[in-house]
């Protein structure tokens, strides 16, 4: 199994920036693609930005030319930087696939790091 470690969350004030990181081990990172998803409380989990394995990128469009997703796959790690914060970015956010089938080959979900935007 792959596990995945995120970090990097903490107490940000509105329109603020912070940097997530997400380790994964294991040798396949390289080859798949992953994501950033997010879930605030009382809603389901939401994806926030993917990335492919050559780089190629999508977003939410709520967080559409604030937020960056980017991979180095010398280190296994996957990263989120987030600028212009906002309170409803609010949420704890995981790193995954958004490929179904790797999910499931990777099996738990990590841990996830809390981003909290509030004044």
């Known amino acids: 199994q792959v596990q995945l470690v995120e970090s990097g969350g903490g107490l940000v004030q509105p329109g603020g920036s912070l940097r997530l990181s997400c380790a994964a081990s294991g040798s396949i990172f390289s080859i798949i693609p992953m994501a950033w998803y997010r879930q605030a409380p009382g809603k389901q989990r939401e994806l926030v930005a993917a990335i492919s394995s050559a780089g190629s990128t999508n977003y939410a469009d709520s967080v559409q030319g604030r937020f960056t997703i980017s991979r180095d796959n010398t280190k296994n790690t996957l990263y989120l930087q987030m600028n212009s914060l906002k309170p409803e970015d609010t949420a704890v956010y995981y790193c995954?696939?958004?490929?179904?089938?790797?999910?499931?080959?990777?099996?738990?979900w990590g841990q996830g790091t809390q981003v909290t935007v509030s004044s």
């Open positions: 995954n696939s958004p490929d179904r089938r790797v999910r499931e080959s990777f099996g738990s």
